[in-house]
């Protein structure tokens, strides 16, 4: 054995495989031993490209599998994998050489169990909650009566019967039948797109939109009714502006979309009896509603009937209102003619008196007299009387124009004045004027000295006068000290010297 290990010839005559060949070779072989298999797993990753294809991963406590399903497929598979999902995938093995591994192609995918279920509509369910879709103030009020009534049902089955039966004992209205697939793959996107087309008819249109939707379906297994539990059917009834009422399934079963509805009724015949009520309990109520305002009718015309008897009784008789105004009217009608003849008489008097003065002549005279007003006022009113009015007033305006200016000037002019006046107020008042009259200011190493022990201690003195400055000890030459005045003799007291105005550069003054 060890010869022929350590023989470097042996195994020369082996067939020599090609890469392309041996993984043919493995595809062919795992495709023919594994063509249909049933694999139980969770799901884990899962993309969803834009070409409609979906990868995921299948996998346990300790192996991963990858999985693949072709677009055609994942459109007719009920269940949409999601992340964690427990499921059943039926399948075949295969193998892709180009990266050297397998894969399972998946042809079905289903929820291992009604516990994989339960889980994935608790997800799904806090999802739409949480996006509030199930908040109360989207809820919209149902019409107490609607004209026409659109049912999203099978139309083979009993719950269309019963709906139709009972909607004909309660109150008979107009349906419209929207049939749709109530279980299988077709289901929720035929009851999404029904709830969807109801909402897009067009009110009093050839096809009436309807007033209310009832979704519907009798009872059945979770399996059964997992269609009404897609994200697809919530969020179509959610977005509905029709008032949608949910009856899938009996008493007890659930689903989402009773969560999004405005009404939930807990059968299809219950449905029935929310939309519409009792038209024999309206015609009752109506003829007892009738009975009680004939009642109230009768018993007020009868409160007022005898409210006005007694009221009549009261009141005296129309004779006896009426004999004073006859009287007053027989008297006024005897005294008529009589005022009638005293008038006509007293307006022709004083038609004879107006008539004596309108003669002609007076007219005449009256005529001229308005014809002369009229022409001494028309003499006014010429072109050249206007023509003086206007030159005159022109003046008038150039006069005042002038004046105008020549108070400007003068103002002007004082104001002028009365700068000049200040200004030289300022030059007297200034310290230079001061330097005219024979004073000084000393300054000792740039600073003014104001007292004899400042002008000891300076380096230097520089006094300024009227026409310049001088500087006195610059070269080091000690100055004189100042002469002192004889103890005996008294000092005369200095007369006060009338205060100066303060100046830039105020210092002592010699």
Not at 400 to 405: E, G, I, N, T, V
Not at 442 to 469: H, P, W
């Amino acid at each position: 054995m060890s010869d022929l290990i350590d023989d470097p010839r042996e195994g020369e005559n082996a067939p020599e495989f090609s890469v392309t060949e041996l993984s043919g070779a493995i595809k062919r072989m795992i495709e023919g031993e594994f063509s249909h298999v049933r694999i139980k797993g969770e799901i884990g990753r899962v993309s969803f490209p834009r070409s409609g294809h979906i990868y995921l991963d299948l996998k346990d406590d300790r192996s991963v599998i990858a999985g693949v399903m072709w677009k055609g497929v994942a459109a007719r598979v009920s269940t949409r994998p999601e992340e964690g999902m427990e499921v059943v995938a039926t399948g075949r093995l295969t193998t892709f050489p180009g990266q050297s591994k397998y894969q399972l192609v998946i042809e079905d995918l289903k929820p291992a169990g009604v516990g994989a279920l339960m889980a994935m509509l608790e997800k799904r369910k806090a999802m739409l909650q949480a996006e509030g879709l199930f908040a109360q103030e989207l809820k919209k009020p149902l019409p107490y009566l609607p004209e026409i009534i659109g049912v999203v049902t099978s139309p083979s089955g009993a719950v269309i019967r019963d709906i139709l039966h009972r909607l004909r004992d309660r109150f008979p209205r107009k349906v419209l039948l929207w049939p749709v697939a109530v279980q299988g793959e077709q289901c929720a996107k035929q009851v999404a797109n029904a709830i969807d087309g109801f909402n897009q008819m067009t009110p009093g249109g050839s096809m009436p939109r309807p007033d209310l939707i009832i979704v519907a379906r009798g009872g059945g297994s979770i399996e059964d009714l997992w269609g009404f539990n897609e994200e697809v059917v919530a969020r179509a009834a959610a977005k509905s502006d029709i008032p949608l009422i949910s009856a899938v399934g009996h008493e007890t079963d659930t689903t989402l979309i009773d969560f999004v509805s405005d009404k939930r009724a807990p059968t299809p015949t219950a449905a029935a009896e929310i939309a519409v009520p009792v038209r024999l309990e309206l015609l009752a109520w109506i003829e007892e509603q009738g009975a009680r305002l004939t009642r109230g009718l009768e018993q007020g015309l009868r409160q007022r009937d005898q409210r006005l008897r007694d009221v009549a009784r009261a009141l005296p008789r129309a004779e006896n209102l009426l004999q004073t105004p006859r009287q007053r009217l027989d008297a006024a009608s005897d005294a008529l003619p009589r005022a009638l003849q005293a008038g006509v008489q007293t307006r022709r008097v004083v038609l004879f008196e107006k008539s004596g003065s309108l003669r002609a002549s007076s007219l005449t005279r009256l005529i001229e007299t308005r014809r002369q007003a009229l022409g001494r006022r028309s003499d006014r009113l010429t072109p050249v009387g206007l023509q003086r009015d206007i030159t005159r007033r022109r003046e008038k305006v150039a006069d005042l124009s002038r004046r105008l200016a020549d108070a400007g000037t003068r103002q002007v002019q004082t104001l002028k004045d009365r700068l000049t006046g200040l200004d030289r107020m300022r030059e007297t008042l200034s310290y230079t004027a001061t330097l005219d009259r024979g004073y000084a200011v000393v300054r000792g190493d740039g600073a003014v000295v104001k007292s004899t022990e400042a002008a000891r201690q300076a380096n230097a003195l520089e006094i300024q006068f009227a026409d310049g400055r001088l500087t006195v000890g610059q070269d080091g030459t000690p100055t004189p000290p100042p002469p002192v005045a004889p103890k005996s003799t008294p000092k005369p007291a200095a007369k006060p010297k009338p205060k100066k105005p303060a100046s830039p550069e105020q210092g002592s003054l010699f």
